[in-house]
């Protein structure tokens, strides 16, 4: 053991004089204490938009929990749809203890957002940034409450930019940052800041089987969203009146009609008096185009749907039985 010592009592810390004192590992720095420009960003980050991160109990068929953001001091709050979908009673709890009941604003399963209204007023809120002008590469912070542990915080960076990310309603959700910051289940719905103390996303997914694979919705989308949300209650969209799927076209019609891809989207059903019976659609047609634009797969049939289409007379492309038509559609909305 003497050996051991003497071999080893070189690296321990030598005393600096007769005052030296210890501290425990979890004593608050001094306060002139500096600290590196990373721990500060982070550290700025968690203390400006902490207090607005809440933790939010959803009650009904199946309980859960999740995570929301506090972006006015009237109560409005950022969440995910799936994180209320459902629920017959919600309430929000900040990082002070308070507890509020939530009433649901609007739900957009489509982005896989939502607003709540808190009941009172004055809260702690965050302050809003913009995700256009984020750099791969760059300091992030996910504020959230992971499995229920509240005002939690993990740092990473933008791994990448504009992803796509399928919603529960089964569309793609545009404009997702992928970002290593580390997410658990309840993180759901809370903050992705930058180090200005900006929020330039809200924590939405991870992926289980994956380290560092985590997604936010960008916030330039949730505030289009919420704003929809806010003063209707609903995002308008439109719908063409039918179930359609991607499939394979025949090779052969594939490279007459000289298609980048060789796919398109065939309807599977139709919905009576919906715009696509009324355009003559027959079940089994295959959409090749809408506008000359080229429709590849149900997704790009999503993208083209957005509110502006709807009451609009568009032209379609289509493959039935007696050769490529051109059918005229009037797109509804989706409500």
Not at 99 to 110: H, K, T, Y
């Amino acid at each position: 053991m003497r050996r051991f010592y003497d071999r080893w009592h070189h690296l321990a810390p030598k005393p600096v004089g007769p005052h030296l004192t210890t501290m425990p590992y979890d004593a608050p720095l001094p306060a002139n204490e500096m600290l590196d420009p990373y721990s500060a960003r982070v550290a700025n980050a968690f203390e400006t938009v902490g207090p607005a991160v809440v933790h939010i109990l959803a009650e009904g068929p199946r309980n859960g929990t999740g995570s929301g953001v506090l972006y006015a001091p009237d109560g409005y709050l950022m969440t995910n749809s799936h994180v209320v979908s459902g629920a017959t009673r919600l309430s929000a709890k900040l990082t002070d203890g308070r507890q509020f009941a939530a009433s649901l604003v609007g739900d957009d399963p489509a982005t896989d957002l939502a607003v709540l209204r808190l009941e009172g007023t004055g809260f702690p809120y965050a302050e809003l940034g913009s995700s256009a002008r984020l750099r791969v590469g760059q300091l992030v912070v996910a504020i959230g409450n992971p499995l229920g542990f509240q005002a939690t915080v993990t740092a990473g960076i933008v791994s990448a930019l504009g992803r796509t990310l399928r919603s529960p309603s089964g569309r793609l959700i545009e404009s997702v940052i992928q970002t290593d910051a580390a997410l658990n289940p309840g993180n759901s719905g809370g903050a992705l800041v930058d180090g200005r103390g900006h929020v330039v996303g809200i924590n939405t997914a991870m992926i289980g089987q994956a380290q560092g694979l985590c997604f936010a919705i960008g916030i330039d989308t949730a505030i289009d969203v919420t704003m929809r949300l806010m003063r209707d209650g609903w995002v308008k969209r439109a719908v063409l009146g039918f179930a359609a799927q991607t499939i394979m076209l025949d090779a052969r019609l594939a490279r007459a009609l000289k298609r980048e891809a060789g796919t398109a989207v065939q309807i599977a059903e139709l919905m009576a008096d919906g715009p696509g019976s009324k355009a003559g659609l027959q079940k089994g047609d295959v959409i090749l185009a809408i506008e000359d634009r080229p429709i590849y797969s149900i997704d790009d049939l999503h993208r083209y749907l957005t509110d502006d289409v709807v009451g609009k007379s568009l032209t379609l492309s289509v493959v039935s039985g007696s050769g490529i038509l051109r059918r005229t559609i009037v797109p509804a909305a989706d409500r």
